[in-house]
Each structure stands twice: as C-alpha cells, then as structure tokens.
C-alpha cells in the first residue's frame, strides 16, 4: 500500500517554470514506477512522464521532452517534476501515480495522490 501527496503546483506565466513534488509514504517504494499523468477540463487523463523504482530509467510523453524532468529520491520517498518553458496548454491537474511497471497507461497505476493544480497563462 502506499499513499501519495502532490504539492508544488500554482499559477505561472507562460515560459515560466514549476517543480511539482509527490510525497509517498507506505512500505517498499523503491518497488515501483512513478509517473505522473495530467487532465485538463473536457479531457482524458493523459499521461506526462514516469520514472523507474531502482534503475531510474525515464519515459516521457513527446508533447514535454525536453521541457519536463522526472527524478527521484528514494532515500526520502519523493518524486519531482521539474517543469520549464511552461506552455498554456499544459494548464491541467496533475496527478502522480505509482504502480508496479514502467508503462503509459493510467490503468496501471494502482495508487494515485489527489492531484495539484497547474494554470498557465498566456
């Protein structure tokens, strides 16, 4: 079992950065993937990046590479979205998940955190 906290997100300006942490607590962290994922209003979850427990290997959605950086810190249990060059489009509530694989799909991410506002301006 493991529970999951967002924190970071806020108002921006378009070019601006934000860094998003996601806190868990629970036993063996290290067991699994974390991603995050986002939805804006009227859309489907989608999904931003994720993040290996041990090895630390990364996957992001092309619509963020080279914009979005995924980290971890599994001495302190915490994942970190280090987000640049925000865009307007990428206003949504975003959400860290973890599950037991490094996959895309939100379906398998077992535990989910409540998710934190990002709106960026134009």
């Known amino acids: 079992q493991v529970q999951l906290v967002e924190s970071g997100g806020g108002l921006v300006q378009a070019g601006g950065s934000l860094r998003l942490s996601c806190a868990a607590s629970?036993?063996?962290?290290?067991?699994?993937?974390v991603a995050w994922f986002r939805q804006a209003p009227g859309k489907e979850r989608e999904f931003v990046a994720t993040i290996s427990g041990l090895s630390g290997r990364t996957v992001y959605a092309e619509s963020v590479k080279g914009r979005f950086t995924i980290s971890r810190d599994n001495a302190k249990n915490t994942v970190t979205l280090q987000m640049n060059s925000l865009k307007y489009a990428d206003t949504a509530v975003y959400y860290c998940a973890a599950g037991s694989s490094l996959v895309t799909t939100p379906s398998s991410y077992s535990y989910w955190g409540q998710g934190t506002q990002v709106t960026v301006s134009s």
């Open positions: 629970g036993s063996a962290f290290t067991r699994y993937a």
